[in-house]
């Protein structure tokens, strides 16, 4: 039957903290074959391995950070948002953070700092970081705010805490946009859902920083739209290789090189894949094809799982899968209270 909505949103946040914890296994490996994939994914069967086995990483630590921002504060916050991601730091500082970001967070703890955004602008020699960091936490957004517009600003704005470089923070903007899209049931129509994503960030792009950056950073113009194309080439080629979707798309920790590569991985796996167990479903084969590009394979299951988590719902989410991982029942809990804030506003 149709997906709800509750169902979607609930979907959403399982699915992000799922593709984190499972894509942890193969995070920065170079060659991921398909058989270790199935073999790791196939482990989760396993009743004797125990409930939440399976450990979540920065991605989930600071998405659950902007979850309950926006609940507490029934918006955005910047000065909350700021302060959540410090604690959660300094609380579990072995999540996996990004070696750059931990700088930021250790400035966001200081009581005395007034503009929660000044530490991010500092980072790389005032360049701010281009990394994925943003984009990994940006599911929350979608599912806090109705219209397009503010999905977008406060994505942006929930971003550049940690991410300054318009690279960073517009990898968060397209990320929050396809969840957006996601959840409306908008994958049904694969072509028209990225032809949306792409006027967009047509908009976003036009922007005098976003050129400024690309050409700073010897990009062509548009870098993510330039990106998105690509990602259209290559779905509607249905076979190619994984090594042409890495070199093609990427799959490392600039936002550039993950984002665009996670929407990809959703579209390509609505359909039965070569070399995918016919049994699975389409948000298994999203997360099973994510981590066999390796990489950043956590954020890029991550944020796969989110957008894939919103089309499917969480039913299409296995019991055994959700039960490995650490994090899902809080991630469920945070998509429900979500879901009755938007029904509100
Ligand atoms: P970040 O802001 O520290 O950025 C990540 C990295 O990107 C930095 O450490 C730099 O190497 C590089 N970088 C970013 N901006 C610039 C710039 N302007 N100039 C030069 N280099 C730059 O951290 P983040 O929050 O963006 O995290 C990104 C990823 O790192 C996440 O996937 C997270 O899980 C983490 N991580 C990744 C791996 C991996 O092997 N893929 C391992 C551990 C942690
Ligand atoms: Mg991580
Ligand atoms: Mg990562």
Redesign the pocket.
Known sequence: GPVSTLSRFRGALVGAVLGDCVGGEF??AEDVPLDRVLQHLSGLEDDTRGDGILQY???TAMMRCVAHSLLTRTGFDEQDMARRFAKEYNLAPGR??????IQVLRKLASPQLSDVFQPARA??GG???????GA?RAAPFALAFRNAADVQQYSRLGAML??S?SL?YNGAVLQALAVHLSLQGALALPEEFINRLISEMEEVEREETAQHDAKALNLAEFPYCTRLHRVKELVERGSVSIEEVISELGNG??ALQSVPTAIFCVLHCLEPREGLPERYGGLERTIAYSLALG??T??IACMAGAIAGAHYGIEAIPQSWQKSCEGVEEADQLAERLYKLYCLT
């Open positions: 995070e920065g990483s920065d991605d996996g953070y990004g070696s750059g970001v980072q790389f360049r701010g970081s281009f990394g994925n960091g990994m940690t991410h470089c960073g920790i600039a990489g950043d956590d954020t």
